[in-house]
Each structure stands twice: as structure tokens, then as C-alpha cells.
């Protein structure tokens, strides 16, 4: 029996499901095992474009949507997304903390962060922001200065972002370069926001390695590396009472076609690998005619579903004799990958980012530096079935051990609950 006090949490969050990313599901994940540990646990998520505040239900929990007005003109849409929201949601979110008698506020993206940490001084509790990608060191949240290109940005110089400009903007690049003042002041603005909060979580190792490196205002930030949660057991559930969705062995990809998920380089690996399975490809973006075509072209038999349900994308994964995962992006912990590791399907990656915390070459799956590599390595895959199930076993056994949600909560209720013993550096 636990003898630790319950907490009241309010998490802030950008997104939250039935209809969201990795990041909304990965934020549901940690609310329903606060839940399950016996907090209490308070949910808002701000909602551009939304005539009026509302309240929502999912799964058991309450979502509080604050409203906001968010025009669809670039840069003028992110500063009413940014300087503008700020100031309103932390007056709601100090509102709701008051009325709910909030111990401390969790703020999950770049939308809440800056807001939860302003309410938390206002209230005088903790505040705790979740880092899951580069939104406080890159104003595109990504470090990827040319979206055409594998190379990292090195920092946001004022040079570096008019480079960031010009694949984005087009013919209207010298347009838009008045605009770096207000983006490299909104960096810094984010960054100020963050070094005001009482602990920064960092969903990998490489995350809070280059948070640090990259940003002097979070050198003296308590940085903590702690994972997305998985709901291992619910995962595995659910993938068995569905259907398999096809008969015979099929490799597929799961996530965004864009170039820093490595759209352009899945059917390369595909041709290298001269791969005899059909390959499924759910998701969507703007690489999707590009890679209909080559396959045409390439005779390859490449299925693009476009984007499913949950449901039916999880299915997907879970029948699949292997997952090629060819991002290039600096992934921060890809929900792709704890996913397929958790069901136990046999993984191709490229290695990025805090893509090692789950695959270990050689140990839980292949990773790989060049799309040749990753090519090779699907190959081996098809042809080695002993070592993809060997790789495949060990993955789930990783994930369980690491990543599942009871442990990861626990994990985050021990951090708050130093937090709340230190007082917070609002209180």
C-alpha cells in the first residue's frame, strides 16, 4: 500500500484525443495512470479557432477546452497561437487551479507551457513542462533548416533563419525576412517561459542533452529524462481481439510522408532491399503522389491507406512481419516505435534523435546511418526470420521493463512529490 498524500493535477495539454498525435496520446496515457495510481486529475487543452470555451469527456476524463480566436495568415496565426494565448490561458488555468484546489500544474507542448508556468507563479505551486520535441530551441520545432535536406540546423542564428525561410516561403522569401525579429523573439520568449519552471521533463536522453547544449537559459533548469508512456497491456488487448487485416507477410510504415520522416527515403529502402512483401503505408502528407508514383513506376506493390482510426492503424502494426521506420528528423521517442516494440514487431530504423532509447542495434531491432544501411537492414530482416523474432522478443521485454505507464507515472509522481516537498520555487 502506497503511504504518500493524493495529488490534484492539472495537466495543460495542445492536443488530446479521439483526434490527435503522439503527443496527445502519450499525454491520455499518463492521465489515466495518474488516475489509476488514485490522483485527482484535471485536463485543459486550448483550442484555436473555437467560437467558446466547452467541456468534454474521453474515456473517463474530463477535457476543459479554452477557446481562442486564430486567424489562418501565417506568422499572425502563430503570435495569436503564442503571445496572444499566453496571458489567456494562464488566467484560466489560474480560474480552474483556484476552483479545483490544483497541488500542481503539468503543462505537455509549447501551446501550455509558457502559460502553466505563469499561472504557477501566480498561484505559488509547482509547475512541470514536458518536453517532446524542439519547440524551445527551434522556432519550427524540429532543427530542420531545409526541409529537402538530413542536415541539422545548428543554432537559430539570425542567418540560419532566413536559410529556415526560404524553402518555406518560396518566391516570397524577401517578404517574409522582417519577420526573423519576432521569431527569434519568440524563441526566447519560450525559453524564458521554461527556465521559470520548477523541473523540465525530457522525453529521451538526446532531448535533454540538446536542450542544454542548445540554450544557455536551461543550463541551470533540474532537467529529467523521463519517457512517453505506454499502456503495454492495453496495446497488446487490443491488437489481439482485432482482425489481422491482410493474409501473408507485409512490411509497413506508420506515420507522417514528409521529408523529415524520411518519406523519401521508404521506397529506396524498399527497392535496396528488393523487398518480396507488399508494403503498407498508413498515413498522409504532402510526399504521398511523389511515392505513389515512383512505386508505380518501380512496379513495387506499395499501399498508401491514407490516415486511419487508432484502431485500424494499431492493427496494422500489430499484423506487420516488419515496421520500416526511415525518419531522419531528430525524433525525440517516437510513439511509432514503443508501439511496434511493445507489440512485438520486428523494427528497421534509421538512427535519430532518442530513436537508441528503444532500439538497441543488434539488441532490439537494426538501426542504421544512410538509407543504403536501411535498405540492407530490411533485407536482413526478410531473410533472417530467427533474428527478427530474437529482435522482436527482446524489444517487448524493453518496453515492458521501461516504458509501460504504471512505471513511467510512478516515475512522474516521484517527481512531483519532491517538488511539492521543496515547496517550488513559486510557492
Keep these: 500500500m502506497r503511504q504518500q498524500a493524493l495529488m490534484r493535477i492539472l495537466i495543460a495539454t495542445d492536443a488530446y484525443p479521439p483526434v490527435c498525435g503522439g503527443s496527445g496520446w502519450s499525454t491520455y496515457e499518463l492521465g489515466r495512470a495518474l488516475q489509476a495510481r488514485g490522483h485527482g486529475v484535471t485536463l485543459v487543452q486550448p483550442r484555436p479557432g473555437a467560437l467558446s470555451d466547452a467541456v468534454r469527456e474521453y474515456d473517463g476524463l474530463s477535457v ?16 495569436a497561437k503564442n503571445e496572444r494565448l499566453w496571458p489567456r490561458l494562464a488566467a484560466r488555468l489560474c480560474d480552474i487551479a483556484r476552483a479545483e484546489r490544483i497541488d500542481l500544474i503539468h503543462a505537455q507542448h509549447t501551446l501550455t507551457a509558457p502559460a502553466a508556468v505563469e499561472a504557477g507563479r501566480s498561484l ?39 536559410r529556415c525561410l526560404r524553402p518555406r516561403t518560396g518566391v516570397a522569401w524577401p517578404v517574409a525576412l522582417p519577420v526573423i525579429p519576432y521569431m527569434r523573439a519568440n524563441l526566447r520568449r519560450k525559453q524564458h517561459a521554461l527556465a521559470g519552471a520548477d523541473a523540465v521533463v525530457a522525453v529521451s536522453s538526446v532531448m535533454a542533452d540538446d536542450l542544454r547544449a542548445r540554450s544557455s537559459l536551461l543550463h541551470s533548469v533540474r532537467i ?16 489481439a481481439a482485432a482482425p489481422r487485416p491482410m493474409a501473408g507477410p507485409y512490411a509497413v510504415f506508420v506515420g507522417k510522408l514528409e521529408h523529415n520522416k524520411g518519406a523519401d527515403y521508404l521506397l529506396p529502402a524498399v527497392e535496396r532491399a528488393a523487398l518480396p512483401w507488399p508494403l503498407i503505408v498508413v498515413g498522409d502528407g504532402a510526399r504521398r503522389g511523389a511515392i505513389e508514383q515512383a512505386a508505380r513506376a518501380a512496379g513495387r506493390d506499395v499501399r498508401v491507406l491514407g490516415w486511419q482510426t487508432r484502431e485500424t492503424a494499431l492493427a496494422w ?12 528528423g531528430p525524433e525525440s521517442l517516437s510513439r511509432v516505435l514503443l508501439e511496434a516494440a511493445a507489440l512485438g514487431v520486428p523494427i528497421a530504423a534509421m538512427d535519430t534523435g532518442g530513436t537508441r532509447d528503444i532500439v538497441q542495434h543488434g539488441a532490439t531491432g537494426l538501426l542504421s546511418s544512410t538509407p543504403e544501411a536501411l535498405g540492407d537492414d530490411v533485407a536482413r530482416l526478410v531473410a533472417d526470420r530467427p533474428l527478427a523474432d530474437r529482435l522482436a522478443s527482446a524489444a517487448r521485454a524493453h518496453v515492458e521493463a521501461r516504458f509501460d505507464a504504471p512505471s513511467v507515472a510512478a516515475r512522474i509522481e516521484a517527481l512531483y512529490q519532491d517538488l511539492q516537498s521543496r515547496g517550488g520555487r513559486h510557492a
Excluded: K, Q
Design 317 to 328: 502494426l500489430a499484423g506487420a512481419s516488419l515496421l520500416v521506420f526511415p525518419s531522419y
Design 64 to 79: 476543459r477546452e479554452v477557446a481562442f480566436p486564430a486567424p489562418s495568415i501565417p506568422f499572425i496565426r502563430n503570435y
Design 224 to 239: 529529467e529524462v523521463i519517457p512517453n508512456p505506454v499502456d503495454v497491456a492495453g496495446l497488446r488487448r487490443g491488437a
Design 124 to 162: 505559488g505551486i509547482p509547475v512541470v513542462c514536458t518536453v517532446r520535441d524542439y519547440w524551445p530551441v527551434c522556432y519550427w520545432s524540429t532543427l530542420i533548416h531545409d526541409p529537402a535536406s538530413p542536415t541539422l540546423c545548428p543554432s537559430c542564428t539570425r542567418a540560419m533563419m532566413a
